[in-house]
């Protein structure tokens, strides 16, 4: 359903999940990370500003 929502094939979302894990080092499979990952998406870019 994700997939389609984005109007890409479901290996392409797998692919770009498990990339994106790679990349970031955060494990999806556990819920307090996929949580993280979600509230630092939705940061404004200038509360990443010291």
């Given amino acids: 359903m994700a997939a389609?929502?984005?109007?890409?094939?479901?290996?392409?979302?797998?692919?770009?999940?498990?990339?994106?894990?790679?990349?970031?080092?955060?494990?999806?499979?556990?819920p307090r990370q996929r949580l993280l990952a979600m509230l630092q998406l939705r940061l404004p870019p200038e509360a990443a500003d010291p």
């Fill in 4 to 30: 389609a929502r984005l109007h890409i094939h479901r290996n392409t979302l797998r692919y770009r999940i498990r990339r994106a894990q790679e990349l970031t080092g955060l494990d999806f499979a556990q």
